[in-house]
């Protein structure tokens, strides 16, 4: 079975700073995606960035990346210029990219707080 | 827009009433998954169904059952609430067919027994 593993259950940063949230995950698959998603106080799940596992080449979007290390099985998110709205958890998630129901698997979360 | 409502966002319950929790989505999707949310333990898959009538249990599914007799329409039970299930439950959804289709989560609901 798929696992993912974040170490980290609390993190800060200074705003405007650049912070990054680790992430590992095990699976013996070779098509999988894996995600980043925030969960602001309200609850409400955000998909902040997502990766395949056949590209190489990192995602990217807007002030977050990712450095998706597929043979370390490590898929870590950075967040550069960091504002009091990126304050939330950030779970990371694994899916098969298989047919079926491809439950999300996903970490134990990390906090991230926002020092002004 | 998308939606994925949870009907009831907080509730209070009795150890051992009988608990049910409700998704419904609008958007035609096969694939729907209910979660339990706890600190330190992130989301766990608790049941998931992939259509009509069918079921099958996550990592969690001790205490809970299932209902999908719509498809748009999947509800989880607690036969005789324990304090032990209170959490947030949030219900999410996926199109059926390839892995890179996006997952649709609800608000989430509050449950506290007591």
């Known amino acids: 079975a798929q696992t993912v593993t974040q170490s980290q259950p609390e993190m800060s940063v200074q705003e405007a700073e650049t912070v990054t949230l680790s992430c590992t995950y095990d699976?013996?698959?070779?098509?999988?995606?894996l995600f980043w998603y925030k969960q602001p106080p309200s609850r409400q799940m955000i998909l902040v960035i997502r990766?395949?596992?056949?590209?190489?080449q990192n995602a990217t979007e807007n002030r977050f990346s990712v450095n998706f290390q597929k043979a370390a099985k490590s898929f870590s998110l950075k967040i550069s210029d960091s504002q009091l709205g990126d304050a939330a958890m950030y779970f990371c998630a694994y899916r098969s990219g298989g047919q079926g129901a491809q439950k999300l698997v996903f970490g134990q979360g990390t906090r991230l707080t926002i020092n002004p | 827009d998308v939606k994925v409502t949870q009907s009831s966002r907080y509730l209070v319950k009795r150890t051992g009433e009988k608990v049910f929790l409700e998704c419904v989505q609008d958007m035609d999707h096969e694939n729907m998954f209910w979660y339990r949310q706890d600190p330190g333990l992130g989301l766990r898959l608790i049941y998931f169904s992939y259509d009509v009538k069918m079921k099958e249990k996550g990592d969690i599914p001790e205490g809970y059952s299932v209902s999908r007799e719509k498809k748009e329409r999947f509800s989880l039970i607690l036969e005789s609430a324990s304090t032990n299930q209170t959490s947030m439950y949030l219900c999410?959804?996926?199109?059926?067919?390839?892995?890179?289709?996006?997952?649709?989560f609800g608000e989430g609901s509050w449950l506290t027994v007591v």
């Open positions: 990766q395949e596992a056949y590209k190489q």
């Open positions: 699976t013996s698959e070779s098509d999988y995606y």
């Open positions: 999410a959804t996926i199109r059926g067919g390839g892995g890179g289709n996006t997952i649709y």
